[in-house]
Every structure is written in C-alpha cells, then in structure tokens.
C-alpha cells in the first residue's frame, strides 16, 4: 500500500477509523461504487455531515457512538472524503494484486498437477 498523508484536521483516532472503514468498503467488493459515490458528494460533504444527525440513530448500528460522532466531525472538511476515497483506491488496488498472486499460484499448481499426472 502506499503512503498516503492525511489531512491535519484528523485525529490519529479518525484516521484508524477511516482506515477500517476503507478496509471494509473493499474486502465487500464496493471499493468502486463507494468512490463513484463520494466522488458525486464531494461538494455537498458538509450538508452530508449535518444530515448524519439525522440519521444519527440509525448508523449507530454500524459506529459506535464514538466512532460515528468522530466520522461526523471528521466529514465537515471537505479535505476528508478525497482522504477517505484515496485509502479506498490504496486499499483496493493492494487487495487486486493479493488476489491476482493468488490467482497466478494456484494456475501455477494446476498446471503442475496436470503435469505429474501426465507423467504417471
């Protein structure tokens, strides 16, 4: 994965957030539906933020009440969903080529099998 820097108006704690947060979007396969669609609210991040409190009761479900509370914060600076929508991009492209490998192994190993089998 690369470096990416993120933006001085989050915390360490929001920062580990978003990580997960990206870690989750991409191990459920939605690493390219959820950038299609923060990069569609980039402009309208902060009335995103205030229509989380909205929706407050609900998303707990997913967050604690900490962890939502800081999301929430954390989404007032438009600086945070490119944050968040470059840790999705990192994180898919490192899980792409980990399953690429993957893939690549076990052609590999069916190749050898035929291969034995055709000897025996």
Excluded: C
Aim: hydrophobic content about 40%; aromatic content about 10%; charged content about 35%.
């Amino acid at each position: 994965m690369t470096n990416i820097t993120k933006p001085d108006h989050l915390s360490d704690e929001q920062v580990e957030l978003f990580g997960r947060l990206a870690e989750k979007v991409v191990k459920l396969g939605f690493a390219l539906p959820a950038i299609l669609f923060l990069e569609t609210m980039r402009p309208m991040n902060f009335v995103g933020s205030q229509v989380m409190l909205f929706f407050q009761p609900m998303i707990r479900t997913w967050f604690t009440i900490r962890e939502y509370d800081l999301f929430q914060k954390a989404l007032e600076n438009r600086e945070t969903l490119g944050y968040l929508t470059d840790l999705i991009e990192d994180r898919d492209i490192a899980q792409k080529a980990i399953e690429k490998e993957l893939k690549a192994k076990l052609k590999a190993e069916k190749r050898a099998k035929k291969e034995a089998k055709r000897k025996s």
